[in-house]
């Protein structure tokens, strides 16, 4: 395996994906209260979730150089010569700036992405990286495609409130709907690696349903197709509900719905849906 993949626990990529594909995870850390936990270890999107209808504050810390360092490490001593390192977009969270130190003293080169998103998008990047190692490409070729695939995916965000976005500092251009967020239901998206404003619509069904609609539009663009996933954090019903509609429209027989991590679902909160198509 001379190019090995890393990515952060951010991607949303099962443990079974992960093995699958040779990815390396490394976690990011979830602070609930005064207890600090490692996320896909001892943390769940639940007891997230539960904490913040609490009002229990949570919050979130990158992985440490030394967290990558271990990595890369690892990857060295099973035999890769080239590592590409993709992660959560860098305006979002120091994860990248890590991946970016840690590089810089690994055992064999690496190259870090910054997928300029955030969930299920940035997985399916790393996932671009894989295709492309598998068929023999370098480390180059490799991270080209993970940029690539980050840089043209189409994530959008239904969040209950605005609330959780703006106690973790994630708002960025969110910040303009503040003034009228109690009277408003926002539909958000990735915007340059930050989360902006979309639209905004008075109801939940009407934001999922311009939600829905809009991904059906963008997916037109991807003549080569495109792997899409819908995200939620404590809204299992819903989610699969928009995953049904959206496999129908289109023309998927089904559309995978995960739950965040805990690391996303203490800044979304409670609620959140979100869709991501990324172009094959």
């Known amino acids: 395996m001379p190019v090995a993949l890393v990515t952060d626990s951010t991607a949303s990529l099962s443990a079974e994906t992960a093995r699958a594909a ?10 609930i209260g005064a207890d600090v936990y490692t996320e896909g ?4 999107p639940q007891m997230v979730s539960e904490a913040l209808a609490a009002y229990v504050p949570v919050n979130t810390s990158r992985p440490t150089p ?17 590592i590409v390192s993709v992660h959560l977009s860098s ?34 990047a790393t996932l671009r990286a894989v295709t492309i190692r598998d068929q023999g490409g370098d480390a180059q070729a490799c991270a080209e495609a993970a940029r690539q695939a980050g840089k043209h995916s ?8 605005l609330e959780y976005l703006r106690r973790g500092g994630r708002v960025g251009a969110a910040a303009a709907l503040f003034g009228s967020a109690l009277a408003i239901k926002p539909l958000l998206t990735m915007n340059e690696g930050l989360i902006s404003p979309l639209e905004k619509v008075r109801t939940a069904a009407k934001a999922l349903g311009r939600m829905e609609a809009l991904s059906v539009e963008r997916s037109a663009a991807f003549e080569r197709g495109f792997d899409v996933g819908v995200q939620h954090l404590a809204n299992p019903t819903v989610a699969l509900a928009v995953a049904r509609r959206l496999a129908v429209s289109l023309g998927k027989d089904s559309i995978e719905v995960r739950e965040v991590g805990a690391s996303i679902g ?14 094959r």
């Open 22 to 31: 040779k990815i390396d995870i490394v976690a990011l850390q979830v602070v």
């Open 41 to 44: 270890e001892d943390v769940t």
């Open 66 to 82: 030394t967290q990558f360092t271990a990595a890369y490490e690892r990857a060295a001593a099973a035999g890769a010569t080239e």
């Open 91 to 124: 305006k979002m969270s120091g994860t990248f700036d890590s991946a970016l130190l840690a590089a810089k003293t690994a055992p064999v080169p690496v190259t870090c992405v910054d997928s300029t998103q955030v969930g299920v998008a940035t997985g399916f």
């Open 154 to 161: 189409f994530t959008l965000f239904y969040v209950d409130t």
């Open 266 to 279: 203490a800044h979304v909160g409670p609620g959140m849906i979100g869709v991501s198509l990324t172009p």
